[in-house]
């Protein structure tokens, strides 16, 4: 279905319908904004533990050869 298919149906719903469509498709909009800015945040809070020392990076392949070993 078409986004100009869903808008026709959408414009057929009585208002009442139409006003909690739009409330549900607005909240998730408002979702995504938010979980972008989680993982924005995140990514900055580790950078930071990196660059100040407070962390040690890893690399992949000591990641995935501990994971093996466990698997094992």
Do not use: C, K, N
């Amino acid at each position: 279905m078409s986004v100009q298919e869903i808008e026709a149906e959408a414009l057929r719903l009585p208002s009442h319908e139409r006003a909690r469509l739009a409330e549900v498709l607005i909240a998730s909009l408002d979702a995504e904004d938010e979980i972008t800015q989680a993982w924005a945040d995140e990514a900055e809070r580790r950078y930071e533990e990196l660059r100040t020392g407070a962390v040690e990076a890893v690399s992949a392949e000591e990641v995935f050869a501990r994971i093996r070993s466990r698997l094992r």
